[in-house]
């Protein structure tokens, strides 16, 4: 489930919401968005509970069909901030089922799909052939960043979803596409970035992921990779989420996404953005994993407009607080927007 993804931590521009993609040269398939495209969705209930009502949905992005999950909150006005969530590298929408709830409990809405290659759109064998090359990744990673808009047109046109109101939370490599995607197109209006990094030279010389140990293997595979990726690298993209906020949260001893590919992505940010580190690896544990996810749910609260007037202790923070702060913050933020705490469904 997406809880335990979170503790495993792991265009042309168009008039609606992009910024110009040819501020970043080189990002193909991102040129080929068209927001006015047909997007032929079906729909099939899967669950419904006091809570939150989920909907098995698929959508067409280029030459795809997308699928994925809509869960929307049973109770509460309409229409509703609405998050993506993207999964890690090996992840699925499957695993956003864990979080069905305690979104929908604090209000919110939320899309997950499969990426490319992932879930129902490929096999382990697929994904891992084409880990082993920066041609294949960046087309997966590329042509899932579209899917990603083409789901942000999907929740634009859905009634119960307010597309003023559009946030994204990506996870380790959804982090990475959050990025992309959040720079790309301006209807994320609030964007938490979980384990994710930046500048791929210094990501591929230092990360322990074995599927992307081939660009080490000489320096000639490192140039390559970096030349081949560099259109959609992180880094890149997030600088034009500003004015927009960013949270990012990384652990500082991170050997998948080292804590150097982080600070790069950091750094790349604008103002506002919210920096926060934990204790801990690619995993946030414990305590750690506690605070994690009460600053995701509390940053969302008031930077989606849930929290009431005067609660804007945690709203767009304009510099990086101490991380130990956060938790208290965003657990005032969280409490004060609803009743129902979604602290207590994490266990």
């Known amino acids: 489930m997406l809880l335990l993804a979170i503790a495993l931590i792991g265009a042309a521009c168009d008039d609606e919401g992009g910024r110009e993609d040819e501020r970043v040269p080189g990002a193909g398939a991102l040129r080929e968005y068209d927001p006015d495209a047909t997007l032929d969705a079906t729909e099939e209930p899967v669950e419904r509970t006091g809570a939150f009502v989920a909907t098995k949905v698929t959508y067409r992005s280029l030459d795809e069909t997308v699928p994925g999950y809509l869960s929307l909150p049973t109770a509460g006005g309409q229409p509703f901030p ?15 089922r864990g979080v ?6 604090a209000g919110f809405g939320t899309l997950a799909i499969d ?4 879930g129902e759109r490929g096999t382990p064998s697929q994904l891992e052939a084409a880990s082993g090359n920066a041609v294949d990744m960046r087309a997966v990673l590329e042509g899932t960043a579209v899917d990603l808009r083409r789901g942000l047109d999907y929740l634009s046109r859905r009634p119960e979803c307010d597309e003023d109101r559009l946030g994204f939370l990506g996870l380790s490599m959804g982090a990475f596409l959050g990025a992309v995607v959040a720079g790309a197109d301006e209807r994320v209006r609030a964007t ?31 140039d390559d990779a970096v ?26 001893a991170d050997t998948i996404v080292p804590p150097d590919s982080a600070r790069a992505l950091h750094e ?75 602290v207590a469904a994490i266990e």
């Open 192 to 222: 938490a970035l979980v384990v994710g990094g930046g500048d791929w030279r210094t990501f591929f010389e230092q990360t322990e992921l074995p599927e992307l140990g081939w660009a080490r293997e000489s320096a000639a595979n490192l």
């Open 82 to 96: 609405c998050i993506v969530v993207q999964h890690g590298f090996n992840g699925s929408k499957e695993d956003a």
């Open 100 to 105: 069905w709830g305690p979104f929908a409990a």
């Open 268 to 342: 790349a940010a604008g103002e506002p953005k919210d920096v926060v580190w934990f204790q801990g690896g690619h995993l946030a544990l414990g305590v750690e994993f506690i605070r994690t996810v009460v600053t995701i749910f509390g940053w969302f609260v008031v930077n989606l407009g849930l929290a009431p007037s005067g609660e804007a202790a945690f709203a767009a923070p304009h510099r990086a607080l101490p991380a130990r702060t956060r938790p208290a913050q965003a657990v005032a933020a969280a409490s004060a927007a609803t009743a129902r705490a979604p």
């Open 115 to 118: 990426a490319r290659l992932h």
């Open 227 to 252: 030349e081949e990726l560099d259109p959609i690298d992180p880094a890149n993209w997030v600088g034009l989420v500003s004015p927009r906020p960013v949270l990012m949260i990384n652990g500082d």
